[in-house]
């Protein structure tokens, strides 16, 4: 599953960056940064892959493309 959480900004300009890029999955807010300090999120574009028992597989503070966001969960879901 896949689940956008928007930092540092408010809802109403996550969801229309949600939208404007064409995101398919449910995003939200982490109102006073949960979220992000748990994962290690501090700034900018991060992406968090965690498994279904919660273990973190990969982490990066960068964007991706749709293509190799797709590389990314193919190589964790092969391992």
């Given at each position: 599953m896949v689940i956008g959480i928007g930092i540092q900004d408010t809802e109403k300009n996550i969801r229309m960056f949600a939208e404007k890029l064409g995101m398919p999955w449910?995003?939200?807010?982490?109102?006073?940064?949960?979220?992000?300090?748990?994962?290690?999120?501090?700034?900018?574009?991060?992406?968090?892959?965690?498994?279904?028992?919660?273990?973190?597989?990969?982490?990066?503070?960068?964007?991706?493309t749709r293509e190799e966001l797709e590389e990314?969960?193919?190589?964790?879901?092969l391992k």
């Open positions: 449910p995003v939200g807010l982490d109102k006073g940064g949960t979220i992000s300090k748990l994962y290690g999120i501090t700034f900018g574009a991060g992406i968090v892959f965690i498994d279904r028992d919660g273990i973190i597989k990969g982490r990066y503070i960068t964007a991706f990314k969960v193919e190589a964790i879901l």
